[in-house]
Every structure is written in structure tokens, then in C-alpha cells.
């Protein structure tokens, strides 16, 4: 069964930085575009990053270009998005999606706050 987990999320300060991890398994995750998103009380899904298979592609939402890092381990099945300099904005809760072809798959997310 294919699965997404994320992970790494939690609070932290104004300014501070966290990495996030999205495994896959069940399923050939390194033949999968990855894409993060991420979703605020009140509002709709955001699209945050986005990486290629290979990791050559690489792009970016631009509230968060130049802060955020997305690059992926195809041999740990594993993508990371290193959050440097964040702000009370980026309160979310974070979701990685696997995409190939018209397979599509979510993880549950991982919450981040950032709060004094």
C-alpha cells in the first residue's frame, strides 16, 4: 500500500528554522514528482515546492523563495524541505503529494507553527 508520512514539524520562534521529511513506500517513489503544499485555518491549500524525480527541476512558491530548500534521497525514499527565516506566516500544517502519471498520493501532513 503506497504511503506518504511526514514529519519534523513543531514550534518554533520568528526567525528560526526546521527541516521537514516526507517518506514514501509502497510504491516506486523515486519515478514521482514531489510537491509540497501547505494549509492555514481558513484558507485553501497552498502550493509551497516542488521538486523532478531527478532532482534537477526545482521549484518554488514565491513567499517562499530564498528561505526554503526542497531536495530529495531517492535511495532513503525521502524528500526534505529545510525551512530557514520563518515567520508567523507560515503557520501551517505542511502535506507532501507523490504524483506519476494519474497516481497521486498525500501523507496526512505535519503542523508547524511559528510563534514567540
Known amino acids: 500500500q503506497a504511503q506518504l508520512v511526514e514529519s519534523g514539524g513543531g514550534l518554533v520562534q520568528p526567525g528560526g528554522s526546521l527541516r521537514l521529511s516526507c517518506q514514501g513506500s509502497?510504491?516506486?517513489?523515486?519515478?514521482?514528482?514531489i510537491k509540497w503544499y501547505r494549509q492555514s485555518p481558513g484558507k485553501e491549500r497552498e502550493w509551497v515546492a516542488e521538486i523532478s524525480t531527478t532532482g534537477i527541476s526545482i521549484k518554488y512558491a514565491d513567499s517562499v523563495n530564498g528561505r526554503f530548500t526542497i531536495s530529495r534521497d531517492n535511495a532513503k525514499s525521502t524528500v526534505y524541505l529545510q525551512m530557514n527565516s520563518l515567520k508567523s506566516e507560515d503557520t501551517a500544517v505542511y502535506y507532501c503529494?507523490?504524483?506519476?502519471?494519474?497516481?497521486?498520493?498525500w501523507g496526512l501532513g505535519t503542523q508547524v507553527t511559528v510563534s514567540s
Open positions: 503529494n507523490a504524483l506519476s502519471g494519474s497516481r497521486n498520493y
Open positions: 509502497g510504491f516506486g517513489f523515486s519515478g514521482y514528482l
